[in-house]
């Protein structure tokens, strides 16, 4: 398909960064950040975010750089590890010292390198099978901090970013991809289509960032309200558009947001992307042949 490792690690980038601006634009999101609002962020913008998102472009280009026809392996995990350390620096840099991306740059980091480590194509069950796999290594430079995921991982015996990443990404594969697409089967505006993609994501993770905000009370009432709003028919439904205001409203009272939440949104828009771009690719490469 794409041939060189240049022209693809951008292709690969540019969509990474792509699928970060659209779940920033994408609006209404309940607690996030969002066009309209900063929703439970007193420190961020939709600016912020943006600026943030295309900061990350040579973090995600040097991923895929390094993961290139590359196998599976220690140095590998430990190679991306450092570019990744190294891009949260950038978004640091970016925005003033605010963690806009640190998820998303976990998640999309594992899932570019390990489409570059098979540029010829696997499906995306494979695609977050590897990623996963390759976040099962042990990062030996990693400095153990403490973080606010791993505050609510003790305290709730939850598995956050990493239990995430490691099983293959259950959410992105089961639960999120599933529901873009069912959503769009239904003929509903795109729109709407990854608001109960967000939905979905919402009533089933684990959030970190929920449980160390808001605590476990917090969690459960934003898993039963957006369950409730998947049972009223999705977003596109006049109950399950009055019910997503309340999980806004809910997320607020709580001075909560489901940041883990939208960065497996933005990885499953990720994936999509890249989905699509196989496609055009080989309907463009056909269109050459039959010339
Ligand atoms: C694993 C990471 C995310 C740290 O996780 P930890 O839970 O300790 O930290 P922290 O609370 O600071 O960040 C967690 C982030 O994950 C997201 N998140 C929260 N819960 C979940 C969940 N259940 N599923 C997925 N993402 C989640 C949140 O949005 C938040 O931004 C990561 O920063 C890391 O270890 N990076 C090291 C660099 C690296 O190895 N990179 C490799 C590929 S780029
Ligand atoms: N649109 C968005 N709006 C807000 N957060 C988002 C958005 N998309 C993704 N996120 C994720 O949410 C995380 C921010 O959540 P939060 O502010 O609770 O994290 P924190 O920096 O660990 O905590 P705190 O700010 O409470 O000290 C980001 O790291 C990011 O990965």
């Given at each position: 398909m794409f041939l060189e490792k240049q022209e693809f690690s951008l292709h690969l980038a540019n969509l990474a960064v792509k699928s970060l601006i659209e779940e920033a634009e994408l609006t209404p999101k309940p607690g996030l950040v969002d066009k309209d609002n900063s929703g439970s962020h007193s420190d961020m913008t939709f600016k912020t975010m943006i600026q943030s998102a295309e900061a990350l472009e040579p973090t995600f280009r040097g991923i895929a750089e390094a993961s290139f026809k590359h196998d599976l392996s220690q140095e590998l995990r430990e190679e991306i590890a450092a570019i990744g350390r190294r891009g949260e620096f950038e978004m640091l840099e970016a925005t003033g010292g605010?963690?806009?991306?640190?998820?998303?740059i976990w998640a999309l980091g594992l899932l570019v390198s390990?489409?570059?480590?098979?540029?010829?194509?696997?499906?995306?069950?494979?695609?977050?099978?590897?990623?996963?796999?390759?976040?099962?290594?042990?990062?030996?430079n990693l400095t153990e901090q403490m973080t606010n995921g791993k505050r609510a991982k003790d305290r709730y015996g939850v598995n956050g970013a990493k239990g995430e990443a490691q099983q293959g990404f259950p959410h992105l594969?089961?639960?999120?991809?599933?529901?873009?697409f069912t959503s769009r089967n239904r003929g509903i505006e795109e729109n709407?289509?990854?608001i109960n993609a967000l939905v979905a994501l919402m009533a089933s993770v684990d959030d970190t960032c929920i449980l160390h905000r808001g605590g476990a009370e917090a969690l459960s009432c934003t898993k039963s309200l957006a369950a409730e709003i998947l049972a009223s028919g999705g977003v596109s439904t006049k109950q399950g558009w009055k019910l997503l205001g309340r999980l806004d409203q809910s997320m607020r009272k709580y001075?909560?947001?489901?940041?883990?939440?939208?960065?497996?949104?933005?990885?499953a828009l990720f994936l999509d992307f890249f989905q699509q771009s196989r496609t055009q690719m080989t309907q463009k490469q056909q269109l050459l042949l039959n010339y």
């Open positions: 605010i963690n806009t991306h640190k998820g998303a390990s489409i570059a480590m098979n540029p010829d194509g696997s499906s995306l069950n494979k695609i977050a099978f590897t990623a996963g796999e390759l976040a099962r290594f042990s990062d030996r594969i089961k639960v999120a991809l599933p529901e873009l709407h289509c990854r001075n909560a947001s489901p940041g883990g939440s939208a960065d497996l949104l933005a990885a």
